[in-house]
């Protein structure tokens, strides 16, 4: 059913009025982006939005009260309006779990990317599926957003309509957006209308005529912040800006029995809600016969082409760094513009576009995997955070892991990144040290349902140990290098490339010593005491190429990195980082003396 004007009207008149009483109810949110776009966002779902074909991704998300008040009208069980911001009820931002919210937004400009992710996803599964995104003035200042615009323009996602509330206000007075936003637009490959965003005849013509594009659709919607208070059109209007009394009077001039009932003939229309995720059927495939020598980022790439050739369905990509990271390998098929039916996507040099528009393909129900250097996993951090927050098994793989980089110096040798990432909730991190814990690492992470991952890689070659058959890799750490004596003397704990090292000194130092390979400290953290006391006997030394700090859980000592690196051959940095085997023996025989 198609609603006229009139009905709209009514229609957003009900939602302002819900959304205004969920926030008066919680005492605190934005009213502004309430009273100024539920006549956009109205128009969205009453007249085009299909329920279990179409997305919708609020990246306004501090409007959260306003996409709540119009799920429950429009017949989602979101809940009760009423637990607004309280505790087990509906959260002060958008998160994904939550019955008809599509994505987690809130940091601003993340939803862009997420809506694009989305697009690309329904493109790939050649669905006619559209996604609508509802942004602000804030959205399109922040980096992610300008980066998934450029990648959305040259994908030509005809599929996508991004929708800006432009009020020309936010937090702090005057919004510092682009000063020709739309001229921005059409330059990354978008087509631009321009309409009133109160004006429910122009809004509905926009939105038929993008069904009608063939790249994505922006639309500018000009309109007034907190439309209707005494604080409109002022940054005031963009919070909490009345007084209870104020909000009460306007909860009451928007009521509207009328469009209520509008809205239950909108719920009576509906059809299940669109499917996310499903369990993951990982090939079985081995890793085929390797080199003595060879960087981890290597058997990643030999493992990886091999699960793509036995059928593995997973859709990967890199920063621009797909060679080096060895992400785009043999049986690898970029995704173009007119031809979605590849399997590896080119997002040129955007890791934190990557970032978000891998958690909308995730939400839409791909495997998705992405790809750039371990110390610019910071340029995508903020979307790693919320893949781990909304429970998205996204894959990471992140090479070039330590100071043995070498040449290229500082700027590219992270020292802070992975025990950094190891602080993540619900974050898988693996730093495997041979072929056996790379196949681990990414069967681990394809068959999670509800947590991303990080397999952090080596770019050095180094020697492969191998792995005892017995060994128990989803316990997080095992015995690589048993003691030769009954009773351990030191127990030398290692990740990744420093495995090696560490059975080295170990070898050096003659009895009593035992290695324990940890692919995954968090793994190992949620062990029994009784297992972790088995393994970490007697004087613990930990060596990792990182801060040293995280280490102390349950090392006595640690040799690491806390400082930034330098510019030099690979191995050479790494032993004047202290990497050397004598100069690691002789520390730990002092210790044991």
């Known amino acids: 059913?198609?609603?006229?004007?009139?009905?709209?009207?009514?229609?957003?008149?009900?939602?302002?009025?819900?959304?205004?009483?969920?926030?008066?109810?919680?005492?605190?949110?934005?009213?502004?982006?309430?009273?100024?776009?539920?006549?956009?966002?109205?128009?969205?779902?009453?007249?085009?939005?299909?329920?279990?074909?179409?997305?919708f991704v609020l990246s306004a998300g501090h409007g959260s009260a306003l996409l709540y008040s119009v799920l429950k009208l429009s017949g989602y069980d979101v809940g009760d309006l009423d637990s607004f911001r309280k505790?087990?009820?509906?959260?002060?931002?958008?998160?994904?779990?939550?019955?008809?919210?599509?994505?987690?937004?809130?940091?601003?400009?993340?939803?862009?990317?997420?809506?694009?992710?989305?697009?690309?996803?329904?493109?790939?599964?050649?669905?006619?599926?559209?996604?609508?995104?509802?942004?602000?003035?804030?959205?399109?200042?922040?980096?992610?957003?300008?980066?998934?615009?450029?990648?959305?323009?040259?994908?030509?996602?005809?599929?996508?309509?991004l929708l800006w509330d432009d009020n020309g206000v936010s937090i702090d007075g005057v919004a510092q957006t682009d000063v020709d936003v739309p001229a921005r637009m059409a330059a990354a490959g978008w087509r631009v209308v321009c309409v009133d965003g109160h004006d429910f005849v122009r809004l509905n013509r926009a939105l038929v005529n993008a069904q009608r594009s063939d790249v994505p659709v922006f639309i500018q919607c000009k309109t007034q912040i907190g439309q209707g208070a005494s604080v409109a059109g002022t940054n005031k209007a963009h919070g909490f800006g009345v007084s209870d009394k104020e909000l009460m009077l306007l909860v009451q001039k928007f009521i509207s029995p009328y469009g209520d009932d509008l809205w239950r003939n909108v719920a009576m229309e509906q059809v299940p809600v669109l499917s996310g995720r499903a369990d993951f059927c990982v090939p079985h495939v081995s890793m085929p016969q390797v080199p003595d020598k060879i960087s981890t980022r290597e058997l990643s790439g030999i493992y990886l082409d091999a699960l793509i050739n036995a059928g593995a369905k997973i859709v990967g990509g890199s920063a621009d760094l797909g060679g080096s990271t060895n992400v785009k390998v043999a049986s690898s098929r970029s995704i173009k513009p007119d031809d979605f039916s590849g399997n590896y996507v080119d997002y040129g040099v955007r890791e934190h576009a990557m970032g978000a528009i891998m958690n909308g393909m995730a939400i839409s129900g791909l495997r998705v995997y992405g790809s750039t250097f371990l110390v610019f996993s910071d340029y995508m951090r903020p979307s790693i955070r919320l893949a781990a927050l909304s429970g998205l098994p996204v894959v990471y793989v992140l090479t070039h892991d330590s100071v043995a980089v070498g040449e290229d110096g500082p700027t590219h040798q992270p020292v802070e990144q992975l025990p950094s990432l190891r602080m993540v909730p619900n974050l898988n991190v693996f730093r495997p040290c041979n072929g056996v814990e790379v196949m681990y690492a990414w069967r681990r992470a394809l068959t999670e349902t509800n947590r991303p991952s990080c397999i952090v890689l080596s770019r050095q070659k180094f020697a492969q140990v191998s792995t005892p058959i017995s060994a128990e890799l989803g316990r997080g750490a095992y015995v690589i290098l048993p003691a030769d004596t009954a009773r351990v003397r030191a127990t030398i704990v290692a990740t990744g490339s420093e495995v090696p090292l560490a059975i080295a000194v170990a070898k050096k130092l003659g009895a009593g010593i035992q290695v324990v390979s940890m692919p995954s400290v968090a793994d190992f953290r949620a062990q029994p005491t009784d297992f972790k006391q088995q393994i970490l006997r007697g004087l613990v030394v930990a060596i990792e190429a990182a801060a040293t700090a995280p280490w102390f859980e349950f090392a006595d000592a640690v040799v690491g990195v806390d400082r930034f690196g330098m510019s030099g051959a690979g191995a050479d940095v790494y032993s004047a980082m202290g990497f050397d085997v004598d100069l690691i023996a002789k520390d730990i025989k002092d210790r044991l003396k």
Not at 28 to 51: K, P
């Open 1 to 55: 059913m198609n609603y006229n004007s009139k009905d709209l009207k009514e229609m957003a008149r009900a939602v302002r009025a819900w959304a205004l009483h969920a926030v008066r109810m919680a005492g605190s949110g934005h009213i502004g982006i309430v009273l100024g776009a539920a006549d956009i966002i109205t128009v969205i779902y009453a007249n085009f939005l299909r329920r279990g074909r179409d997305r």
């Open 87 to 161: 505790i087990g009820g509906l959260a002060g931002h958008p998160e994904y779990g939550t019955v008809g919210v599509d994505a987690t937004t809130g940091p601003l400009g993340q939803g862009v990317g997420n809506a694009v992710g989305m697009a690309l996803a329904e493109k790939i599964n050649k669905t006619d599926s559209r996604v609508y995104c509802l942004c602000s003035d804030g959205d399109l200042m922040e980096g992610v957003a300008q980066e998934s615009i450029a990648f959305a323009g040259r994908y030509k996602l005809n599929n996508l309509v």
